[in-house]
């Protein structure tokens, strides 16, 4: 089980909105670290989508959008297209002993 | 542009080790922390290993703590996991990644393209 607990997947339809949950705890998100998120296309190696909790890296449309409040973070994704079909991760770290980093599980983001 | 390309994977018995690295170009590699992280085949990712700017900083996971050794050359701009006594479960592809370019950035970008390790008799 992984640390950050994701949703195993979602879906909509084209021009939709859909969020995933990223839900942690009092040792990671809770604690005050911030929340960042990846999108892996099929094959290929994670890319940087939101960083900061709410902030778009350089070339990231401004469909993609995040938040955060208490132990949870959210990634909304509104105006769905195709080409948004990946597997999406939160990551924060956590101050527990036996952790640094922390990923959650990942979510498959299916496009009707 | 920057640039994180890994080299070093392949198939090592379990038992065996194998090391790993990953050349950067295209920023100052010497002020960044970086990191190790991998992922299984079908799986998630998982962090695995990260290390300071100056290697004075040096995490694990406890899943492989005893047995990988993270390491960089600055000078060669060059980051590298040891990784020893594999076992069937670090079967993945292993990515290397630069903790962002800011000021208290803790986030992975960019990410190599990954090495794929495979632990099998």
């Known amino acids: 089980q992984s640390v950050l607990t994701q949703p195993p997947s979602v879906s909509g339809a084209p021009g939709q909105r859909v969020t995933i949950s990223c839900t942690g705890s009092s040792s990671n998100i809770g604690a005050g670290y911030d929340v960042h998120w990846y999108q892996q296309l099929p094959g290929t190696a994670p890319k940087l989508l939101i960083y900061g909790n709410s902030n778009r890296p350089s070339g990231v449309p401004d469909r993609f959008s995040g938040s955060k409040s208490g132990t949870s973070a959210s990634l909304a994704i509104s105006g769905l297209q195709a080409e948004d079909e990946a597997d999406y991760y939160c990551q924060s770290y956590d101050s527990s002993l036996s952790v640094y980093v922390v990923f959650g599980g990942g979510t498959k983001l299916t496009v009707l | 542009e920057v640039q994180l390309v890994e080299s070093g994977g392949g198939l090592v018995k379990p038992g065996g080790s194998l090391r790993l690295s990953c050349a950067a170009s295209?920023?100052?590699?010497?002020?960044?922390?970086m990191n190790w992280v991998r992922q299984a085949p079908g799986k998630g990712l998982e962090w695995v290993s990260s290390i300071s700017s100056s290697s004075s900083y040096i995490y694990y996971a406890d899943s492989v703590k005893g047995r990988f050794t993270i390491s960089r050359d600055n000078a060669k701009n060059s980051l590298y996991l040891q990784m020893n006594s594999l076992r069937a479960e670090d079967t993945a592809v292993y990515y290397c990644a630069s903790t962002g370019r800011s000021v208290g950035a803790s986030w992975f970008d960019p990410w190599g393209q990954g090495t794929l390790v495979t632990v099998s008799s």
């Open positions: 295209g920023f100052t590699f010497s002020s960044y922390s």
